[in-house]
C-alpha cells in the first residue's frame, strides 16, 4: 500500500479532547489503512507518578479507605499500574460514520479492503471522497507525548474492470430478522429478562460477536443488548449470526456513547449519532440528538471511577433538564456495590422524588464471559411485541425492573384507594424464591420510607390513606418550573419507590427495585372510610399463574418528562 498522508504532533499533559484532520482522497481506493500511533502510554518510573496529587484527587472524589495502609511506595506502583495515556481514533467518510477503534493499543489500524476490514469498522460502498480521522484523546500522562497518523491506500490494479461494490441494507434497530425461535420455550413468560450493557471485540471486549450470544443463550437470557463503545460496527454481525443460527434470543441493538464526560448508554440505537461537539455543560443537546433517531439514551453508572483510572467513566456533565434522559443505569455489576451502584441508586431516586420521570436499568457491562448467575438484570413486561419494542414501552412508561431475579410488583386499586403488591419468580438463575419465608418491602416517598414484610403466597394490601403522611407531595414541583396548585384536587401525584430486600434494608440485602408508583394521595376522599384499608394480608384468591398477573397500572397524569 502507498502511503497518502502523515501528519505527527505532541499532547500536552492532562490535554482532553480531539484533532480532526481531514483528507481528500483523490482516486478510489480498494484499499484503505488509517493507522495511530503514540508512546508514552505509561510513566516510565514510580518517580514520575505525581502520588500526593492523585491521592489527593481520589481522596476527594472517591471511597479511598484501601489507600490508607499504602506506602508512598506502594501508591507510586499502584497509580503507574492503573493510569495510562488514553488515545482512540474513529473516521467518517464524506461524514458518514466508518468505525472506531477503542482498545488500549498504541499503534492500532483501521484497514478497509475486500480481504479485510477491522473490528470496530463498517466497509463503505465506495472508497472515495473527503476522510476525516479524529484522534480522541482522553487521558494523557506526561508532556510532549508524540503521536502519528498515517493513511495508506491501494488502487485498483486494473481500474477499468473494477466494479463498484453492492451492500444490503441492513436494519440495526428491531430485531425483525430474528425474533425468538417461539418452538425454544413452552410458554411465554410475563416479563422478559433484559442484559442491557455488552462488549464485543468491536471495542474493547475479549468476547467476539459470538462468543456473546453463546454466552447470552447458555444463560437462558430473553434479550441483550450490543453496546460496543463508539462504533455500531457488530450490529450486522450479530443479526447474521442470530438469524442463521435461528438463536432463541434476541438483540437490542445500541452503543455506549464513551465520552470524557461520562458515558451515554443508547439502545435501539439504529443510526450512528456524531458526538464529537459534546458539550459538558449543554449535555442535553447531545440526548436530544439521540433521541431524535427514535433511540434510548441514558446515563451509564453516573458514579464510576474516573481520572485517573479511567477518564470519562464517571458523569460529570452537568444535566440540567432531566427530560431528555429515558433512564439511569443504577446498577452497574462489575462495579463496587456501596462506592458506585448505592449512589446511582440514590442519585434516581432522588430525581424521581423531585418530579422528573426516568426508568431504571443495569447491565453487567461485559467486557468477558463473566458469570450472569446472581447479579441484577433488567426486567419488562412481556407484551407480544419483540424485545426492541417491550423495552422502548417500558422504559417510556418507566416500568421496568431491576432485579436479582425476584420481582415485586403492584396493583393499584383507585376505587379502593389502596394498591395490592406480589411477590413473582423471575426465574433467573441465582437468585431462587422461597416461599416458605417472609421479604421486607420498602415503600420510599419524598417525606418517608415505610417498611412491611411480604411473602410470597400472602399478596400485601396497603392503603393509600397510610401514606398520605409520607408524601411532601410539594417537593414534587421543584425541578419542573410547575405553579403552585390552586387546590388540593389539583395537586399532582406522588411518586412511592418500592423495594424488596432479603432481609433488612441494606444494600446486600437488595432484591428489586420496582416501577415508581404514582399515586393522587393528597386529592379529595372520593370514597366512604369503611373502603379504606390498613396495611393487611389481602384477601384474595390464590396467586394467579406467571403468565396472567395483572400488572401494576398506573394513574394518567401530565408527570413532567
Request: net charge negative.
Given at each position: 500500500?502507498?502511503?497518502?498522508?502523515?501528519?505527527?504532533g505532541?499532547l500536552?499533559?492532562?490535554?482532553?479532547?480531539?484533532?480532526?484532520?481531514?483528507?481528500?482522497?483523490?482516486?478510489?481506493?480498494?484499499?484503505l489503512?488509517?493507522?495511530?500511533?503514540?508512546?508514552?502510554?505509561?510513566?516510565?518510573?514510580?518517580?514520575?507518578?505525581?502520588?500526593?496529587?492523585?491521592?489527593?484527587?481520589?481522596?476527594?472524589?472517591?471511597?479511598?479507605?484501601?489507600?490508607?495502609?499504602?506506602s508512598?511506595?506502594?501508591l507510586?506502583?499502584?497509580?503507574?499500574?492503573?493510569?495510562?495515556?488514553?488515545?482512540?481514533?474513529?473516521?467518517?467518510l464524506?461524514d458518514?460514520?466508518i468505525?472506531?477503534?477503542?482498545?488500549?493499543?498504541?499503534?492500532r489500524?483501521?484497514?478497509?479492503g475486500?480481504?479485510e476490514?477491522?473490528?470496530g469498522c463498517?466497509?463503505p460502498?465506495?472508497?472515495?471522497?473527503?476522510?476525516?480521522?479524529?484522534v480522541?484523546?482522553?487521558?494523557?500522562?506526561?508532556?510532549?507525548?508524540?503521536y502519528?497518523?498515517t493513511?495508506?491506500?491501494?488502487?485498483?490494479?486494473?481500474?477499468?474492470n473494477?466494479k463498484?461494490?453492492?451492500t444490503?441494507?441492513?436494519?440495526?434497530?428491531?430485531?425483525?430478522?430474528?425474533?425468538?425461535?417461539?418452538?425454544s420455550?413452552?410458554?411465554?413468560?410475563?416479563?422478559?429478562?433484559?442484559?442491557?450493557h455488552?462488549?464485543?471485540?468491536?471495542?474493547?471486549?475479549?468476547l467476539?460477536?459470538?462468543?456473546?450470544?453463546?454466552?447470552?443463550?447458555?444463560?437462558?437470557?430473553?434479550?441483550?443488548?450490543?453496546?460496543?463503545?463508539?462504533?455500531?460496527?457488530?450490529?450486522?454481525?450479530?443479526?447474521e449470526?442470530i438469524r442463521?443460527?435461528?438463536?432463541?434470543?434476541?438483540c437490542?441493538?445500541?452503543?455506549?456513547?464513551?465520552?470524557?464526560?461520562?458515558?451515554i448508554?443508547?439502545?435501539?440505537?439504529?443510526?450512528?449519532?456524531?458526538?464529537?461537539?459534546?458539550?459538558?455543560l449543554?449535555p442535553?443537546?447531545?440526548?436530544?440528538?439521540?433521541?431524535s433517531?427514535?433511540?434510548?439514551?441514558?446515563?451509564a453508572?453516573?458514579y464510576?471511577?474516573?481520572?485517573?483510572?479511567?477518564?470519562?467513566?464517571?458523569?460529570?456533565?452537568?444535566?440540567?433538564?432531566?427530560?431528555?434522559?429515558?433512564?439511569?443505569?443504577i446498577?452497574?455489576?462489575?462495579?463496587p456495590?456501596?462506592?458506585?451502584?448505592?449512589p446511582?441508586?440514590?442519585?434516581?431516586?432522588?430525581?424521581?422524588?423531585e418530579?422528573?420521570?426516568?426508568?431504571?436499568?443495569?447491565?453487567?457491562?461485559l467486557?468477558g464471559?463473566?458469570?450472569?448467575?446472581?447479579?441484577?438484570a433488567?426486567?419488562?413486561?412481556?407484551?407480544?411485541?419483540?424485545?426492541?419494542?417491550?423495552l422502548?414501552?417500558?422504559?417510556?412508561?418507566?416500568?421496568?425492573?431491576?432485579?436479582?431475579?425476584?420481582?415485586l410488583?403492584?396493583?393499584?386499586?383507585?376505587?379502593e384507594?389502596?394498591?395490592?403488591?406480589?411477590?413473582?419468580?423471575?426465574?433467573?438463575?441465582?437468585?431462587a424464591?422461597d416461599?416458605?419465608?417472609?421479604y421486607?418491602?420498602?415503600?420510599?416517598l419524598?417525606?418517608?420510607?415505610?417498611?412491611?414484610?411480604?411473602?410470597?403466597?400472602s399478596?400485601?394490601?396497603?392503603?393509600?390513606?397510610?401514606?398520605?403522611?409520607?408524601?411532601a407531595?410539594?417537593?414534587?414541583?421543584?425541578k419542573?418550573?410547575?405553579?403552585?396548585?390552586?387546590?388540593?384536587?389539583?395537586?399532582?401525584?406522588?411518586?412511592?419507590i418500592p423495594?424488596l430486600?432479603?432481609?433488612?434494608?441494606?444494600?446486600?440485602?437488595?432484591?428489586?427495585?420496582?416501577?415508581?408508583?404514582?399515586?393522587?394521595l393528597t386529592?379529595?376522599?372520593?370514597t366512604?372510610?369503611?373502603?379504606?384499608?390498613?396495611?393487611q394480608?389481602?384477601?384474595?384468591?390464590?396467586?394467579?399463574?406467571?403468565s396472567?398477573?395483572?400488572?401494576?397500572?398506573k394513574?394518567?397524569?401530565?408527570?413532567?418528562?
Open positions: 500500500m502507498k502511503q497518502l498522508y502523515q501528519v505527527k505532541l500536552s499533559r492532562e490535554f482532553i479532547g480531539q484533532i480532526t484532520y481531514t483528507f481528500c482522497l483523490t482516486e478510489t481506493l480498494e484499499e489503512d488509517i493507522c495511530l500511533s503514540f508512546d508514552k502510554q505509561h510513566y516510565d518510573s514510580p518517580a514520575q507518578v505525581p502520588v500526593e496529587e492523585l491521592v489527593e484527587y481520589c481522596r476527594q472524589r472517591y471511597d479511598t479507605s484501601a489507600y490508607e495502609n499504602l508512598r511506595d506502594q507510586a506502583a499502584l497509580f503507574m499500574r492503573e493510569t495510562k495515556t488514553e488515545i482512540h481514533i474513529c473516521a467518517s464524506n458518514v460514520f468505525g472506531c477503534i477503542h482498545k488500549q493499543l498504541t499503534s489500524h483501521m484497514h478497509f475486500p480481504e476490514l477491522s473490528e463498517i466497509m460502498d465506495r472508497l472515495e471522497g473527503v476522510l476525516k480521522v479524529t480522541l484523546a482522553f487521558q494523557v500522562l506526561m508532556d510532549d507525548t508524540p502519528t497518523v493513511v495508506s491506500g491501494r488502487t485498483p490494479e486494473h481500474p477499468e473494477a463498484e461494490r453492492e444490503a441494507p441492513v436494519e440495526t434497530g428491531g430485531c425483525k430478522a430474528h425474533e425468538k425461535n417461539a418452538a420455550k413452552q410458554a411465554e413468560p410475563a416479563f422478559l429478562r433484559l442484559e442491557l455488552n462488549h464485543t471485540t468491536e471495542s474493547d471486549a475479549s467476539s460477536c459470538q462468543d456473546l450470544l453463546d454466552h447470552m443463550v447458555a444463560d437462558g437470557v430473553d434479550a441483550f443488548a450490543l453496546t460496543d463503545h463508539n462504533t455500531i460496527s457488530g450490529h450486522p454481525k450479530m443479526e449470526l442463521t443460527a435461528a438463536a432463541p434470543v434476541q437490542i441493538y445500541g452503543m455506549e456513547y464513551t465520552t470524557y464526560y461520562g458515558h448508554l443508547c439502545l435501539n440505537l439504529t443510526e450512528y449519532v456524531p458526538w464529537d461537539s459534546i458539550d459538558p449543554r442535553e443537546v447531545i440526548f436530544k440528538k439521540i433521541r433517531t427514535g433511540a434510548l439514551a441514558g446515563i453508572h453516573p464510576s471511577f474516573g481520572y485517573p483510572f479511567a477518564t470519562g467513566c464517571r458523569f460529570e456533565m452537568e444535566m440540567h433538564d432531566y427530560s431528555e434522559v429515558d433512564f439511569i443505569e446498577f452497574n455489576n462489575p462495579e456495590l456501596r462506592e458506585v451502584n448505592v446511582a441508586l440514590a442519585l434516581w431516586e432522588k430525581l424521581v422524588l418530579g422528573w420521570h426516568l426508568a431504571v436499568t443495569c447491565g453487567m457491562d467486557h464471559k463473566w458469570e450472569l448467575s446472581g447479579n441484577y433488567t426486567f419488562v413486561e412481556n407484551r407480544g411485541a419483540s424485545a426492541s419494542e417491550a422502548a414501552a417500558a422504559v417510556r412508561k418507566c416500568r421496568t425492573w431491576v432485579s436479582k431475579g425476584i420481582l410488583t403492584a396493583e393499584n386499586l383507585p376505587e384507594r389502596r394498591t395490592l403488591f406480589r411477590i413473582l419468580n423471575g426465574g433467573k438463575p441465582g437468585c424464591l416461599r416458605d419465608k417472609t421486607l418491602m420498602t415503600l420510599r419524598s417525606g418517608g420510607t415505610m417498611e412491611e414484610r411480604i411473602s410470597p403466597d399478596p400485601l394490601s396497603i392503603s393509600w390513606e397510610r401514606l398520605k403522611d409520607l408524601a407531595v410539594e417537593s414534587v414541583q421543584s419542573n418550573g410547575l405553579t403552585a396548585p390552586v387546590s388540593e384536587a389539583e395537586r399532582p401525584l406522588c411518586p412511592v423495594k430486600y432479603e432481609e433488612a434494608s441494606e444494600p446486600e440485602s437488595l432484591l428489586c427495585v420496582s416501577p415508581v408508583l404514582y399515586l393522587p386529592a379529595r376522599q372520593t366512604s372510610p369503611a373502603a379504606v384499608t390498613a396495611s394480608p389481602a384477601t384474595v384468591a390464590p396467586q394467579p399463574s406467571f396472567t398477573i395483572t400488572p401494576m397500572e394513574v394518567d397524569t401530565a408527570v413532567p418528562r
